[in-house]
């Protein structure tokens, strides 16, 4: 895991960072992961600044329960515990391309209703429709980048054939 300390009392994420030149790689950034690990996706953003083309927005839940591990969740984005009005601007500083939504789990809802919510929300906080297109594009992931060529992947999960998913997307 990135944020567990080495030895000598470094973060692995920040030996990546440190050892590695900026002119042979980037990162792609996933905003729960990084809450998860106990850092500030914003300032995390900020710091790579300028090797941060991609950036996966996920939002981070707090829930009231005793179980430590069942305290969080994934939720649509804007819709849990994530400065997003930070992490915009933080993604619009370090020179941030695409932004894909993603939600690894979306606890029994439907997730093109999760999709849209994030979707929405986004656009709420200025983003247009061409700044938002990463939301249908991470779904497409899965079928090789095309909404038509959805064999053995995420419509299967949902119960659905090719042309039903399809359409739901489109």
Not at 3 to 13: D, R, T, V
Not at 30 to 46: C, R
Not at 71 to 94: H, M, Q, S
Not at 104 to 132: H, I, M, Q, T, V
Request: net charge negative.
């Amino acid at each position: 895991f990135e944020f567990a300390k080495l030895e000598n009392g470094e973060f692995m994420w920040d030996a990546l960072i440190n050892r590695i030149p900026a002119d042979k790689m980037g990162f792609t950034l996933d905003t729960f992961w990084l809450q998860y690990g106990g850092v500030n996706p914003a300032k995390e953003i900020l710091k790579l600044k300028g090797r941060v083309p991609c950036v996966h927005f996920k939002d981070y839940k707090v829930l009231r329960c005793g179980d430590a591990d069942k305290n969080v969740r994934f939720a649509p984005v804007g819709e849990g515990n994530l400065d997003w009005d930070e992490i915009i601007d933080a993604c619009t500083k370090a020179g941030t391309e695409y932004v894909l939504i993603e939600q690894d789990n979306c606890f029994g809802e439907d997730p093109f209703d999760c999709l849209k919510r994030s979707f929405e929300f986004l656009k709420s906080k200025g983003l247009n429709d061409y700044a938002c297109a990463g939301v249908e594009g991470n779904l497409c992931c899965e079928s090789g980048l095309r909404s038509d060529n959805l064999e053995n992947a995420y419509e299967k999960k949902l119960g659905m054939n090719d042309a039903e998913y399809t359409a739901k997307v489109n």
